[in-house]
C-alpha cells in the first residue's frame, strides 16, 4: 500500500508522471532508452519556462497534461519498472476535459499514490535539473533519501554545470553564481569563508557522520564549492568511505582536506577524493589506521598540484606510497611523516631526490631512517628553507655533519632538532658552517652538547637570531656568557628551558664587554640558575624587552632589581611566574622603572605579592594589557585599585585562586567594562557562589571563568 500524499512537493512531482502518450512507450525501451526518454521529457518542461525562475514545484506547470492517456503509478507499471522482471502495462482511456480531471481525481482516491514509489534513477533524473541554489538546499530537506541522490549528482552529471560549458568547468576558479535564483549566505550553512575565499568547513568527533558531509556537499555547491574540509573525528567515529566518495563527487574544487582519527576511512575514500578533486594541494591524514600506500598512491597519481602533505600515525603507509609522491606531486612544498614505522630510507630519499628544487619544509618525527636520509636532504635540500628531526633513533653524529659538511642547504633558516642523539659539538659546528642563513635553531634533550658547541655556534652562524635549548645538561652559564659576547649584531633571543648545567660560577664575573643585540630573554625551570646568574646576565644584555623567568625559585628580589636598574629600554613583557621568592619590594621597583612600556605582566603564584604591588601597577602602568596575579596575596583592596585606574585598560585579567578576594570586588570588576575581554575567576569560592552571574550580565562580551 501506499502512503497518502501529504507533501506538496511531492504531489507535484508526482503529477509530472501523469504523462501524455509518448511516456507510454517508455515501458517498450531498454534501461538506457527508458533514461534518455525521461530527459527528454524534463527538457522540453524546462524549455517551457525560458529563464523564469523554476521553484521547486515547477513540474506541475508543464505541458504533460494535455494527453488523453495516463499511466497509472501503481507498482506494476512499466515506467516505473522494478529492477528485475518487467511487468504487463494496462493503461486507461480517457475523454479529455473535464472528465479527464474527474478520472484523475477519482484515481487518486481509490489509490493514493507517492514519489517514493519512483525508483533513484527516475527521480535522479528529476533532481539533478534543479540549480545549484537554495532550490537544491531545499530539496535536500525533503528527505534522506532526496539528500543522498542530491548529493551523488557528479559535475559531468549537473545539468546546470553541463549549460555552462566546459571551458568553465577547465579554467574558473569557481562557477560564475546565477543570478536567477536567490543564494543563501555562507553563514546560514554554517559555512566558513576564508581569508583565500573559499568555503571552509569542521566537523568535530560525534557531529562527523556521513549525511553530515552530505549535507555539506549540496549546501556549498549553490555557493561555488567547498575549498577545505577538516574533520576531528575519534575512536567512535562514523564517517566511512561512502562519506568521503560523496565529497569526492560533489566538491570538484576541494583544495584543503584534513581528515584525523577516521577508524573507517580506508583506501577507498582516499581513492574516492583522488578521482573526484584533482585541484587538492593540502592532505593531512592522521591516525586512519586502515589508510595504505594505495590510496596514497591514488592521490599521487591524480592529484598533480599537491604543496602539502602530512601524514601522522598511519602505520600502514610505507616507502611504496612516499616514491608515488615524489613521482606525482613535482610541486610539493612540505613534507610531514610522523609515527610511521614503515617509512625509511628509501622513501625519504626518493621524495628528497624527485622534489628537490621545490620541497621546502621537511618535519620527520620517529620514523625508520638513519644517517643516508641526512645525507640524501643535505645534498638535494638546495631549497629547503625550514627542518625539523625528532626522535630518529638511529641517525648517528655522522648523519647530521654529513648533512651539514654537504654545504648544499644554502637556503636553510629554521633547524630543530629534538631527541636525537646524534647532536654533539661537531655535528653542531658542521650545520652551523654549511647552513649560511640559518636563523632559528632549536636543541632539545641533546645530552652530548657542551659549551664547545656553542662556541663554534657562535663563530660560524652569522645569521643566527634566535637560539632555543631544552634539557641540555652538558651546556653551563660560562658556555652562554661566551654565546652571547661572540655572536654577532642579529642575535635577538635566546632560550634555555630545564638546562640542570645552567648554575652560578665559581668565580666572581668581572667587567664584560655588552651585547646589544639581545632582546628576549627566557630562563624556565633551571633550578641551580639565581640572582646571582641573573645579575650578570642582565649587565651584558642592557636592551632587553622581554624576560620570562617562570619557575626559577633561586631568583629573589636581589637579582629583580638588578634587572629593572641595569635594563636601559623600557621592557614590554614580564612573565614571572612561580618564581615564590619575589615581594612587593622588586615587583615595585620593576614597574615603577618600566611601567610606561610594560604590557603584559605574570605574577602567577608569587605568593608574597599583595595589594601593595597592584597600588604600584595602577599608578604607573599605562599601557598594560594583560596582568595575571592568580594564587597571589590579594584583598578586595588590591582589585579596587587596578579597576579605578583611569590610565589603565586591561584587556585580560587574572583572579584565580586568590582566596582574599570576596564578593565586593564584582561591583569594582564592573567598572572595568569599558576594555575588558577576558577574566580568570576560577577558585574564588565566594565569588562563584555570590553573583558572579550578575557580573556575566554586566561584562556581557567578556569571556569568565569561574
Not at 195 to 206: F, N, P, T, V
Request: charged share 20%; glycine share 8%.
Amino acid at each position: 500500500m501506499f502512503r497518502e500524499v501529504k507533501n506538496p512537493m511531492e504531489e507535484e512531482i508526482l503529477r509530472l508522471l501523469w504523462v501524455k502518450r509518448d511516456c507510454h512507450q517508455i515501458g517498450r525501451f531498454s534501461e538506457k532508452g527508458r533514461r534518455a526518454q525521461l530527459r527528454e521529457s524534463c527538457m522540453h518542461t524546462l524549455e517551457a519556462f525560458g529563464d523564469e525562475e523554476l521553484p521547486l514545484c515547477w513540474l506541475i506547470r508543464s505541458n504533460f497534461m494535455d494527453s488523453n492517456i495516463i499511466l497509472s503509478l501503481a507498482p506494476n507499471v512499466d515506467f516505473c519498472y522494478p529492477s528485475g522482471k518487467r511487468l504487463r502495462v494496462t493503461a486507461p482511456s480517457f475523454i479529455r476535459g473535464e472528465g479527464e480531471m474527474k478520472t484523475y481525481g477519482l484515481l487518486k482516491k481509490q489509490q493514493p499514490c507517492s514519489i517514493d514509489v519512483l525508483p533513484d534513477e527516475c527521480l535522479f533524473e528529476i533532481l539533478r535539473w534543479l540549480p545549484r541554489s537554495q532550490t537544491r538546499s531545499i530539496a535536500a530537506c525533503v528527505s534522506k533519501r532526496w539528500l543522498m541522490l542530491l548529493s551523488s549528482i557528479q559535475p559531468s552529471e549537473d545539468m546546470q554545470m553541463v549549460q555552462k560549458g566546459s571551458e568553465l568547468l577547465r579554467f574558473s576558479r569557481k562557477p560564475l553564481p546565477d543570478l536567477n535564483y536567490p543564494v543563501p549566505l555562507a553563514s546560514d550553512l554554517n559555512l566558513d569563508v576564508g581569508s583565500d575565499g573559499y568555503l571552509s568547513r569542521c566537523l568535530e568527533a560525534d557531529e562527523a557522520t556521513d549525511i553530515r558531509l552530505a549535507a555539506i556537499t549540496v549546501c556549498a555547491s549553490g555557493l561555488g564549492g567547498l575549498g577545505k574540509l577538516k574533520i576531528r573525528g575519534n575512536s567512535t567515529c562514523k564517517i566511512t568511505d561512502g562519506g568521503l566518495s560523496v565529497i569526492g563527487r560533489g566538491c570538484s574544487f576541494l583544495r584543503v582536506l584534513h581528515i584525523w582519527k577516521l577508524p573507517l576511512i580506508s583506501d577507498a575514500g582516499l581513492l574516492s577524493i583522488a578521482n573526484g578533486c584533482p585541484m587538492l594541494e593540502n592532505l593531512d591524514v592522521c591516525d586512519c589506521p586502515w589508510i595504505t600506500d594505495k590510496g596514497l598512491v591514488a592521490i599521487a597519481q591524480k592529484c598533480p598540484n599537491l604543496i602539502s602533505l602530512s601524514i601522522d600515525f598511519c602505520s600502514r603507509i610505507s616507502n611504496d606510497g612516499l616514491q608515488a609522491v615524489g613521482r606525482g606531486c613535482p610541486k610539493l612544498l612540505s613534507i610531514s611523516i610522523k609515527d610511521c614505522p614503515l617509512v625509511g630510507d628509501k622513501g625519504i630519499s626518493n621524495l628528497m631526490i624527485c622534489t628537490a628544487s621545490s620541497l621546502k619544509k621537511i618535519k620527520l618525527e620517529n620514523v625508520n631512517i638513519s644517517d643516508v636520509s641526512l645525507a640524501v636532504i643535505g645534498h638535494y635540500g638546495k631549497a629547503v628553507t625550514s627542518i625539523s628531526l625528532t626522535s630518529l633513533q638511529k641517525v648517528n653524529e655522522r648523519g647530521f655533519w654529513v648533512m651539514g659538511n654537504a654545504r648544499n642547504m644554502a637556503s636553510l633558516t629554521s633547524c630543530t632538532i629534538s631527541c636525537c642523539s646524534g647532536v654533539t659539538d661537531r655535528s653542531l659546528e658542521a650545520i652551523a658552517k654549511g647552513c649560511p642563513l640559518l636563523k632559528q635553531l632549536g636543541i632539545r634533550m641533546s645530552h652530548d652538547l657542551s659549551d664547545a658547541g656553542l662556541t663554534s655556534l657562535a663563530g660560524f652562524a652569522r645569521t643566527l637570531e634566535s637560539l632555543l635549548l631544552e634539557e641540555c645538561n652538558g651546556i653551563t652559564l660560562g658556555g652562554v656568557l661566551d654565546l652571547l659576547l661572540k655572536s654577532y649584531t642579529r642575535f635577538r633571543s635566546l632560550a634555555l628551558v630545564k638546562c640542570l648545567g645552567i648554575r652560578d660560577l665559581p668565580f666572581q664575573v668581572e667587567e664584560l664587554p655588552t651585547c646589544t643585540s639581545l632582546q628576549s630573554l627566557t630562563i624556565r625551570d633551571s633550578p641551580g640558575f639565581t640572582s646571582t646568574s641573573l645579575s650578570a646576565l642582565v649587565k651584558i644584555n642592557p636592551n632587553l624587552r622581554q624576560i620570562d623567568l617562570s619557575g626559577l625559585v633561586g631568583v629573589t628580589d636581589t637579582g629583580l632589581l638588578s634587572l629593572a636598574e641595569s635594563s636601559r629600554c623600557g621592557l614590554v613583557k614580564a612573565n614571572l611566574g612561580e618564581c615564590v621568592n619575589l615581594s612587593d619590594v622588586s615587583i615595585s621597583a620593576l614597574v615603577e622603572a618600566h611601567g610606561s612600556s610594560l604590557k603584559l605582566l605574570n605574577l602567577a603564584g608569587c605568593k608574597m605579592v599583595t595589594d601593595r604591588s597592584l597600588l604600584a601597577i595602577s599608578a604607573n602602568c599605562s599601557v598594560l594589557k594583560d596582568l595575571d596575579v592568580s594564587r597571589c596575596s590579594l584583598s578586595d583592596f588590591g582589585v579596587a585599585a587596578i579597576a579605578s585606574a583611569k590610565p589603565l585598560s586591561l584587556r585580560t585579567l587574572s583572579l584565580a585562586g586568590c582566596a582574599g578576594v570576596t564578593k565586593r570586588s564584582l561591583s569594582f570588576l564592573g567598572k572595568m567594562k569599558e576594555s575588558l575581554e577576558g577574566l580568570n575567576l576560577q577558585q574564588c569560592k565566594v565569588i562563584r557562589t555570590h553573583g558572579a552571574g550578575s557580573l556575566g550580565e554586566k561584562l556581557w562580551w567578556c569571556e569568565i571563568l569561574s
